[in-house]
């Protein structure tokens, strides 16, 4: 996780429920601490959505995505930010921006027929992806897949514990493999 803060007064408590033999290290200093995080991923692992977007900005020449994370206590967040484009015209757009490469006629429908044939997919996502633009369809797919990204490179049910993080990745699309960004901007109020 790479910026994480752990309250000193939690870990104490900690301490005292587990006894002289807790497993947990030493104490937190209550500051942020970066912990350095990379791990790789495939289309195969993705929810339909995801696995949309991924081959979807693939196909458009998007070679890179960056997301930014956020949470602590009982949430987590992923926030789309960039996508750079290889090739002719190379450039890294705004993720809101990049969505329009994506929000193609045939591309919307492939992607509104995947989420609505899923057995797995979130509360109320065919509705979501069936009723919104093109535009908001396309950005909720890049959504999930900054939101799955995330979890595989911070663990499942990431931002949810006794701690608080931030920090933000890049997807390298074609190589499969997240790289942390050691520079990460805190976020606002952190």
């Known amino acids: ?34 912990q350095k995080a990379e791990t ?3 289309a195969g692992e993705l929810g ?19 997301v930014r994370y956020d949470g602590g206590y009982d949430e987590g967040w992923s926030y789309p930010e960039t996508v750079r ?15 329009r490469a994506l929000a193609t006629p045939e591309g919307i429908a492939k992607l509104r027929a995947c989420v609505a044939a899923s057995d797995r997919p ?10 919104g633009s093109p535009g908001q369809a396309a950005m909720l797919a890049l959504d999930e897949l900054g ?9 499942d049910g990431f931002g949810t514990g006794e701690y608080e993080l931030y920090g933000a990745f890049t997807a390298d699309l074609a190589a499969g493999v997240l790289h942390d960004h050691p520079d990460a901007p805190k ?4």
């Open 85 to 99: 484009f290889s090739g002719e015209g190379a450039r890294e757009l705004p993720a809101v921006e990049a969505r």
């Open 122 to 131: 979130w509360h109320g996502a065919s509705s979501s992806y069936a009723e």
């Open 40 to 42: 790789r991923f495939t």
């Open 147 to 155: 939101g799955e990204l995330a979890a595989r490179l911070l663990g």
């Open 1 to 34: 996780m790479p910026f994480i803060r752990v309250d000193p007064e939690i870990y104490e408590e900690l301490v005292m429920e587990l006894g002289e033999d807790h497993p947990l290290g030493d104490r937190p200093s209550g500051e942020f601490e970066y």
């Open 187 to 190: 976020p606002a109020g952190r």
């Open 48 to 66: 339909p959505a995801a696995r949309w977007a991924l081959e979807s900005l693939i196909a458009a020449g998007a070679t890179h995505f960056r």
